[in-house]
Each structure stands twice: as C-alpha cells, then as structure tokens.
C-alpha cells in the first residue's frame, strides 16, 4: 500500500498563492506507474476532485481550477504538486492527495474519487479576505 502524505497548506490571502506537496512512499521501480489526483472538501461539502494527472503526463482540471491550479510531478522525487495562484475563498478546504496504480490504462474519470485508492490525511488551506 502507497502512503501520502501532504504538506504545504496555510492561511493565505485572497489572491494569494500557495503550493501543495504529496510525498508518495513506493518503490523505485513502481515510479511513473501511478495516477495521481488532488481532492478537497469542504465543510458540509462532498469531496471534489481538483486536478489529475496520468502516468503520460496527461493533466485533467476541474472547471473551477482552470487557469489557476496547476498539477506536476516529479516522478525522481517520488512528489506530486499542486500550484494554486489566484485564490479565492471558496478555495478554502482540507485538500487530498490520492493515488491509484495504473500503468496500462488512463483512469476513466480521473476526478472522480471512486478511481483511487490510495489517500493521503490531508492539508488545510484556509483563504481569507
């Protein structure tokens, strides 16, 4: 089983930034075959799929990150990354990062948080005005 674990989380402005970080522990060897996926909730909300990225490279936003989110990895560094410009307060949630192996297939509906397995315990970002 992949651990996660997240850390870059804060308090922050609004029009702020911050960047997320996900350390996955998995052997070298596995490097590359996972698809990886940022969530958030809420409160009193469902969790939502933020952005994902595939084993390709291949990234996938949800509508209300476009043109603020962007998702990387660095597969050497075993890290997944989430860079949020632009922040707004309805930004404010506990974000997940999540991981599923798949080195075959792209993932069906890569923001849904059925396709993963794996979950990291989650950092708090709270954007204030």
């Known amino acids: 089983q992949v651990q996660l674990a997240e850390s870059g989380g804060g308090s922050v402005e609004a029009g702020g930034s911050l960047r997320l970080s996900c350390a996955a522990s998995?052997?070298?060897?596995?490097?590359?075959?996972?698809?990886m996926g940022w969530f958030r909730q809420a409160p009193g909300k469902k969790r939502e799929g933020v952005a994902a990225?595939?084993?390709?490279?291949?990234?996938t936003y949800a509508d209300s990150a476009k043109g603020r989110f962007t998702i990387s990895q660095v597969n050497a560094k075993n890290t997944l990354y989430l860079d949020m410009n632009n922040l707004q307060l309805e930004d404010t949630a506990m974000y997940y990062c999540?991981?599923?192996?798949?080195?075959?297939?792209?993932?069906?509906?890569?923001?849904?948080?059925?396709?993963?397995?794996?979950w990291g315990q989650g950092t708090q970002v709270t954007v204030s005005s």
């Open positions: 999540a991981s599923v192996y798949s080195p075959y297939y792209p993932l069906d509906s890569p923001l849904s948080e059925a396709e993963y397995e794996d």
């Open positions: 998995r052997v070298k060897y596995e490097y590359g075959f996972y698809s």
């Open positions: 990225i595939d084993t390709g490279g291949r990234t």
